[in-house]
């Protein structure tokens, strides 16, 4: 039997337990302060009467013909947008990923890496993560000033965030895979280039494509969204109708819009799962 | 508790319908306080068996009673009380890995708590003493306070034989106790099993490779292909008869089977 | 991968690219009015007056506040989504086989709802029932965040490896009790870890709700931008990337602390 003497019946996790939570109650005052929580302020009467009147309105949505057809157009611009702005991304992401990547490192064979490829890789990698960090909608307010609203603001805005995601995933992915074809077909004298599409695509294709449509999915969202701040689409009519306080014509578009985002979703999925 | 099976057949749950059951018809009677040992190669249908007992399998066929009453005829509140009253330890120790040995063990006592004093328990234990007391019988009382990540297969196992100590149940039914304890470990916490089951008058029900562990329980239950071959005190369970249920399957014997006692006559074989 | 499912992915894939084609040329995109040499000016200004910050310390104090707003927003939605999250993936879930789960189709279907309506497209929303200010953003970020998690946290809860709850249900333990000790303390580390993960997310997203009157950082850079005051628009976005690398790195620490 054990020699030792029993142990202290006190929950040793007690004292951390309370500190933690103590702590956490701690930062949770000044937040609630910070963001105005304020629940009651829903179900105050002015408050209340203008959401039951707007919900209200919701029921029935509108189904006009001319409407929906106006909605089925916007649909289009919407995706047109985020279609046009990922193909620009993907001109974008594809060289700065290849820019950024190790695997074709020719100095890094033998050995270490040379300053000057290091230092190239690193800039690379560093304007992805610029690209990356910056909200698309940030973007969008920028070209909007610049080229006025419309479409080319969202395509312009999209393509840069999403050349920065699509830049660094890519980068990873490539990382990530087996490097022995790639390497010997670069100490063989085969180009970079060469080097990448006999070595590295076929074994990276499929994830690298896998990962494109599920971004071009959250492109079609990020679309919608931009239009709020004029890129137009489905989203600069949402808030126009908002602004006019027209909830049958909001309640119409949020259902498209679902439909819109369901049908992309399941799309994207059926295809990564026959490829990947 | 008193259990009773007549002509009791199960089906693996993940079985296609119209399969050959898992357990055949079984006839079995267990007296309240009863210390049962159940061996057989794998495959017998023992894990079947105690599942079957513990009301976690619907029979295919036949009746189960516990203590005179058909669980499945029960309302669920009735079925939930008796399961209450009864304790399976899985071949697995079914302990969360990040939980605490304290907890774990605590768990066991989870169908007698109302929901508040369990969560309240979760916060902070309840009654480690209890949970101490069941751990340092099986040399495991420093444990106490230890993440189950932490420790070793064979600590694990016996935490959650511990388990059995902490519960209120009048049926103990322990699947495999010893798999991955050494044999002095193991002949300590076989031995603290049986007589706790024996001072609190707890029917045991256990299934082991173990023969010559087996063959120190009162009654020995030999199972081979869904079938109950022998149903035994262990006086007359000779080595003979154990060779005979274990035929072609040998390497799944673990324990001397020269610590069986041999008799003259030639066993029958089983199926 | 079989020859016919080859070819659809092909076939999707090809749908795609004319998809792009279409995409250019269906949109009335101005690349003359962008590519010309007017604008190549306006936007090489635009973009080196964002590189002189303004220093003047009332404005820091309002961008530190606004700063302060965004994280409180991210923050609190997301820890609101955690719990609302929590509290709908139980029902969203199947723990194990027998299990009828009647409320798994219409809480599936409502977490997909909220998920699928973007968190500014909530805020937007929100603001005609909670007015305009951080209030409107915390909540949206929780809606939509609530959404995202309570599908995650399902499918965690569907994937708990069963020993501990089958063995406490053979005792006859109730659902809740089973969550509690056996479920739960399985997949905690996971759901945490999902949960930093969203609030890398959020904090972006904070940073913008304010441009559709969702307070924090976003308020001030549409007021600040729409007046052309470049000095204040280059300051906000600077505290911008200051605060998501902040979150991020707090995001990354954590998880290592959870892994322990």
């Given at each position: 039997m054990s020699a030792a003497a029993s142990p202290a019946?006190?929950?040793?996790?007690w004292t951390g337990r309370v500190f933690w939570t103590l702590a956490g109650l701690a930062l949770l005052a000044p937040a609630l302060v910070a963001t105005e929580f304020k629940p009651w302020l829903l179900v105050e009467p002015g408050a209340l009467k203008a959401t039951m009147r707007f919900v209200g309105d919701f029921l029935p949505p509108k189904l006009e013909p001319e409407f929906l057809w106006l909605v089925a157009r916007e649909c289009w611009r919407t995706v047109a947008i985020a279609t046009a702005g990922m193909a620009l991304a993907l001109v974008l992401a594809i060289p700065m990923a290849l820019a950024a990547t190790s695997v074709l490192s020719v100095s890094a064979l033998p050995g270490r890496m040379h300053a000057l490829p290091f230092a190239v890789r690193q800039l690379a990698r560093a304007l992805l993560i610029v690209l990356r960090s910056v909200p698309e909608l940030v973007w969008a307010l920028v070209f909007v000033r610049v080229v006025g609203l419309g479409p080319t603001a969202g395509v312009l805005a999209i393509a840069l965030t999403y050349s920065g995601m699509l830049g660094k995933v890519y980068c990873e992915i490539l990382e990530s895979d087996d490097r022995a074809a790639t390497h010997a077909l670069l100490r063989n004298g085969a180009g970079r280039l060469q080097a990448f599409c006999y070595g590295m695509l076929p074994q990276s294709a499929a994830e690298l494509t896998s990962y494109t449509v599920y971004r071009w999915e959250c492109a079609i969202r990020s679309s919608a969204v931009l239009g709020f701040v004029g890129a137009g689409g489905l989203g600069q009519q949402m808030d126009n109708s908002m602004k006019m306080f027209q909830g049958s014509e909001v309640a119409t578009m949020l259902l498209v819009f679902m439909l819109l985002v369901g049908l992309a979703d399941g799309a994207s999925a059926w295809l990564r799962k026959r490829i990947g | 508790m008193r259990v009773a099976l007549h002509a009791l057949a199960a089906r693996h749950p993940a079985a296609a319908a119209g399969s050959a059951p898992a357990l055949r018809p079984v006839r079995l009677t267990v007296e309240p306080g009863e210390q049962l040992a159940v061996v057989g190669p794998s495959g017998a249908g023992k894990t079947t068996l105690l599942h079957a007992l513990a009301c976690a399998l619907q029979p295919a066929g036949g009746r189960l009673e516990l203590d005179g009453a058909d669980p499945w005829s029960l309302p669920v509140s009735g079925l939930q009380k008796l399961r209450g009253r009864l304790f399976l330890a899985p071949q697995a120790p079914p302990l969360p890995p990040r939980q605490r040995v304290v907890t774990a063990v605590l768990a066991a006592r989870l169908p007698r708590q109302t929901l508040l004093a369990s969560l309240r328990s979760l916060a902070y234990p309840m009654d480690p003493a209890a949970a101490r007391d069941a751990l340092a019988r099986f040399?495991?009382?420093?444990?106490?306070?230890?993440?189950?990540?932490?420790?070793s297969g064979g600590e694990r196992q016996r935490v959650g034989l511990a388990r059995a100590l902490v519960s209120a149940a009048s049926l103990w039914l322990i699947d495999e106790p010893l798999s991955s304890l050494d044999p002095s470990r193991a002949a300590m916490a076989i031995d603290v099993l049986t007589r706790a089951a024996r001072e609190r008058g707890v029917t045991l029900v256990t299934t082991l490779h173990q023969v010559d562990v087996a063959t120190r329980f009162p009654r020995v239950l030999g199972m081979r292909d869904g079938e109950v071959c022998f149903d035994l005190p262990a006086a007359e369970v000779s080595r003979e008869r154990l060779a005979a249920l274990y035929a072609q399957r040998e390497h799944e014997l673990s324990g001397p089977l020269d610590a069986v006692q041999a008799t003259a006559t030639p066993a029958p074989y089983c199926r | 991968m079989n020859r016919p499912s080859h070819a659809a992915a092909w076939g999707f894939l090809a749908a795609l690219v004319a998809l792009a084609l279409a995409s250019f040329w269906s949109l009335d995109l101005q690349w003359a009015k962008f590519l010309s040499a007017d604008a190549m000016r306006r936007m090489g200004r635009f973009l080196l007056e964002l590189l002189a910050p303004t220093g003047e310390p009332a404005f820091l104090r309002k961008l530190a506040v606004a700063s302060a707003e965004t994280l409180a927003m991210s923050a609190l939605g997301t820890l609101l989504a955690v719990l609302a999250g929590l509290a709908l993936a139980v029902p969203a879930a199947r723990t194990h086989a027998g299990e009828r789960a009647p409320w798994r189709w219409p809480t599936r279907l409502a977490l997909n709802g909220l998920r699928s309506i973007p968190e500014l497209v909530w805020a937007a929303l929100l603001i005609v029932a909670a007015g305009l200010g951080p209030f409107a953003g915390t909540l949206a970020l929780a809606l939509h965040t609530t959404g995202v998690l309570g599908r995650l946290f399902a499918e965690a809860i569907e994937n708990a490896p069963p020993g501990p709850a089958f063995a406490l249900r053979a005792q006859g333990a109730g659902s809740a009790k089973l969550f509690f000790y056996a479920t739960l303390p399985q997949i905690l580390p996971q759901l945490m870890s999902y949960a930093l993960y969203r609030w890398e997310n959020n904090i972006r997203a904070a940073a913008v709700l304010g441009v559709v009157g969702g307070g924090g950082l976003g308020q001030l850079l549409s007021f600040h931008m729409g007046l052309f005051h470049m000095r204040e628009t280059s300051s906000i976005l600077i505290a911008m990337l200051l605060l998501v690398a902040l979150v991020d790195l707090a995001s990354y620490f954590a998880r290592r602390v959870l892994q322990r």
């Amino acid at each position: 039997m054990s020699a030792a003497a029993s142990p202290a019946l006190r929950d040793p996790a007690w004292t951390g337990r309370v500190f933690w939570t103590l702590a956490g109650l701690a930062l949770l005052a000044p937040a609630l302060v910070a963001t105005e929580f304020k629940p009651w302020l829903l179900v105050e009467p002015g408050a209340l009467k203008a959401t039951m009147r707007f919900v209200g309105d919701f029921l029935p949505p509108k189904l006009e013909p001319e409407f929906l057809w106006l909605v089925a157009r916007e649909c289009w611009r919407t995706v047109a947008i985020a279609t046009a702005g990922m193909a620009l991304a993907l001109v974008l992401a594809i060289p700065m990923a290849l820019a950024a990547t190790s695997v074709l490192s020719v100095s890094a064979l033998p050995g270490r890496m040379h300053a000057l490829p290091f230092a190239v890789r690193q800039l690379a990698r560093a304007l992805l993560i610029v690209l990356r960090s910056v909200p698309e909608l940030v973007w969008a307010l920028v070209f909007v000033r610049v080229v006025g609203l419309g479409p080319t603001a969202g395509v312009l805005a999209i393509a840069l965030t999403y050349s920065g995601m699509l830049g660094k995933v890519y980068c990873e992915i490539l990382e990530s895979d087996d490097r022995a074809a790639t390497h010997a077909l670069l100490r063989n004298g085969a180009g970079r280039l060469q080097a990448f599409c006999y070595g590295m695509l076929p074994q990276s294709a499929a994830e690298l494509t896998s990962y494109t449509v599920y971004r071009w999915e959250c492109a079609i969202r990020s679309s919608a969204v931009l239009g709020f701040v004029g890129a137009g689409g489905l989203g600069q009519q949402m808030d126009n109708s908002m602004k006019m306080f027209q909830g049958s014509e909001v309640a119409t578009m949020l259902l498209v819009f679902m439909l819109l985002v369901g049908l992309a979703d399941g799309a994207s999925a059926w295809l990564r799962k026959r490829i990947g | 508790m008193r259990v009773a099976l007549h002509a009791l057949a199960a089906r693996h749950p993940a079985a296609a319908a119209g399969s050959a059951p898992a357990l055949r018809p079984v006839r079995l009677t267990v007296e309240p306080g009863e210390q049962l040992a159940v061996v057989g190669p794998s495959g017998a249908g023992k894990t079947t068996l105690l599942h079957a007992l513990a009301c976690a399998l619907q029979p295919a066929g036949g009746r189960l009673e516990l203590d005179g009453a058909d669980p499945w005829s029960l309302p669920v509140s009735g079925l939930q009380k008796l399961r209450g009253r009864l304790f399976l330890a899985p071949q697995a120790p079914p302990l969360p890995p990040r939980q605490r040995v304290v907890t774990a063990v605590l768990a066991a006592r989870l169908p007698r708590q109302t929901l508040l004093a369990s969560l309240r328990s979760l916060a902070y234990p309840m009654d480690p003493a209890a949970a101490r007391d069941a751990l340092a019988r099986f040399d495991l009382a420093d444990k106490l306070w230890e993440r189950v990540d932490r420790l070793s297969g064979g600590e694990r196992q016996r935490v959650g034989l511990a388990r059995a100590l902490v519960s209120a149940a009048s049926l103990w039914l322990i699947d495999e106790p010893l798999s991955s304890l050494d044999p002095s470990r193991a002949a300590m916490a076989i031995d603290v099993l049986t007589r706790a089951a024996r001072e609190r008058g707890v029917t045991l029900v256990t299934t082991l490779h173990q023969v010559d562990v087996a063959t120190r329980f009162p009654r020995v239950l030999g199972m081979r292909d869904g079938e109950v071959c022998f149903d035994l005190p262990a006086a007359e369970v000779s080595r003979e008869r154990l060779a005979a249920l274990y035929a072609q399957r040998e390497h799944e014997l673990s324990g001397p089977l020269d610590a069986v006692q041999a008799t003259a006559t030639p066993a029958p074989y089983c199926r | 991968m079989n020859r016919p499912s080859h070819a659809a992915a092909w076939g999707f894939l090809a749908a795609l690219v004319a998809l792009a084609l279409a995409s250019f040329w269906s949109l009335d995109l101005q690349w003359a009015k962008f590519l010309s040499a007017d604008a190549m000016r306006r936007m090489g200004r635009f973009l080196l007056e964002l590189l002189a910050p303004t220093g003047e310390p009332a404005f820091l104090r309002k961008l530190a506040v606004a700063s302060a707003e965004t994280l409180a927003m991210s923050a609190l939605g997301t820890l609101l989504a955690v719990l609302a999250g929590l509290a709908l993936a139980v029902p969203a879930a199947r723990t194990h086989a027998g299990e009828r789960a009647p409320w798994r189709w219409p809480t599936r279907l409502a977490l997909n709802g909220l998920r699928s309506i973007p968190e500014l497209v909530w805020a937007a929303l929100l603001i005609v029932a909670a007015g305009l200010g951080p209030f409107a953003g915390t909540l949206a970020l929780a809606l939509h965040t609530t959404g995202v998690l309570g599908r995650l946290f399902a499918e965690a809860i569907e994937n708990a490896p069963p020993g501990p709850a089958f063995a406490l249900r053979a005792q006859g333990a109730g659902s809740a009790k089973l969550f509690f000790y056996a479920t739960l303390p399985q997949i905690l580390p996971q759901l945490m870890s999902y949960a930093l993960y969203r609030w890398e997310n959020n904090i972006r997203a904070a940073a913008v709700l304010g441009v559709v009157g969702g307070g924090g950082l976003g308020q001030l850079l549409s007021f600040h931008m729409g007046l052309f005051h470049m000095r204040e628009t280059s300051s906000i976005l600077i505290a911008m990337l200051l605060l998501v690398a902040l979150v991020d790195l707090a995001s990354y620490f954590a998880r290592r602390v959870l892994q322990r």
